[in-house]
């Protein structure tokens, strides 16, 4: 298993911008999933966005056309660009990663961060 260690995130008006980042502790490309999830008190953790090393990347709808997820394989990071954002948008994201090592499937978890949309 790896570390991943989250950046980013705080407090934004609505309409601004925010991106987030994860940077991983080893080859991002061992990891065959990555991820970022939203969650809010009382509520279960919401898959914001994902990509597959075999696939393509996904979005729940609430964020479509205003979120991006993109990586850099060198620097073993990916991000969240969140533009356009809406109070509802607000939440602990977290940024995930699963990998498969002799048949046994690992996930790893970023620390979270807050994302606040409010004026």
């Known amino acids: 298993q790896g570390q991943l260690m989250q950046s980013g995130g705080g407090l934004v008006q609505p309409g601004g911008s925010l991106r987030l980042s994860c940077a991983a502790s080893?080859?991002?490309?061992?990891?065959?999933?990555m991820a970022w999830y939203r969650q809010v008190p009382g509520q279960q953790r919401e898959l914001v966005a994902t990509?597959?090393?075999?696939?393509?990347?996904t979005y729940v709808d609430s964020v479509k056309g205003r979120f991006t997820l993109s990586s850099d394989n060198v620097q073993n990071t990916w991000w969240l660009q969140m533009d356009n954002l809406r109070p509802e948008d607000t939440g602990v994201y977290y940024c995930?990663?699963?990998?498969?090592?002799?048949?046994?499937?690992?996930?790893?978890w970023g620390q979270g961060t807050q994302v606040t949309v409010s004026s």
């Open positions: 080893k080859n991002i490309f061992n990891y065959y999933t």
């Open positions: 990509f597959a090393s075999e696939g393509p990347t």
């Open positions: 995930r990663a699963e990998e498969i090592v002799a048949g046994i499937r690992y996930t790893d």
